[in-house]
């Protein structure tokens, strides 16, 4: 049992560690809090003073802001819904035995070390290319004619490259809590003559309930700020234009500070809504 000196000892030691996050999470919260009040042009005046809501105001009723809350829940919510089903599909092959298993599981986990802005670079040019990619040659060998992803399918063409980026995560966890599952149990119902659907409903998923609720909340947190891919691939045209990059557009292109600093508030209270809401959704798997 812990006595008062050892807490004591252990809240001192921590103290470093938390103050730095704090202040690592704050500061920046502050400033841009701060800034967001004023009307701060760096290129073209500087700091004009304060302008209260304004610049609130100014940024919700903007004609591009609902649509890049579209556009990032779509993205979201698709991203989501890809990367667990076949995360779930993926973990269940890979848990069987075959030949090279290892380097199987190494080849799928790989995309997920590869930095957001080679992977879309790969994808617009090898794959998405209208004229030289991947995709374009195969439409080709049926006598389709080639689709221009980036401009006719451009928010299936953005779900499909961070799909690609986040199914090796889901995978991976997935796999893990599959194979924690005690092999008894689908024994048992295969010699009591459960088909394969009843056992992966009634045994395989419930199991997997917790580890399904850590990847979806892990990759919201994550997917909310996409940015990289969109820069690197669309730059914000045909509809994807998520709030990230709305703020990146206000602050960069725009040099309008304080403008972007609201709009970064507006991207904090949005990712702390549906962090909340999937807390209680599917949060409640984590006590279980």
Sequence with gaps: MATQHSRSAARLMMAPAVILLLGWMLVPLTMTLYFSFKKYLPLRGGDLGWVGFDNYTRFITSSAFWPSIQATLIIVGS?????????????????????????????????????????????????????????????????????????????????????????????????????????????????DGAPPLYRFAYITLPHLARAITIVVLIQTIFLLSIFAEILVTTQGSFGTKTLTYLVYQRVLESQNVGLGSAGGVYAVILANIIALFLMRIVGKNLDA
């Design 79 to 191: 991203v989501l819904a890809i990367t667990v089903v076949l995360g779930v599909l993926l973990a269940i092959l890979l848990d069987q035995p075959m030949w090279g298993q290892g380097v199987v599981r190494i080849l799928v986990i790989a995309p997920f070390f590869v930095m957001p802005t080679v992977s879309a670079l790969v994808w617009k040019n090898m794959f998405m290319d209208p004229v030289n990619g991947l995709f374009a040659h195969l439409w080709n060998a049926f006598g389709l004619t080639p689709v221009e992803w980036l401009s006719q399918a451009s928010l299936t063409s953005i779900v499909m490259i961070v799909s690609w980026q986040w199914l090796p995560f889901a995978t991976l966890i997935l796999l893990t809590a599959i194979q924690s599952l005690d092999s008894e149990q689908l024994e048992a119902a295969e010699m």
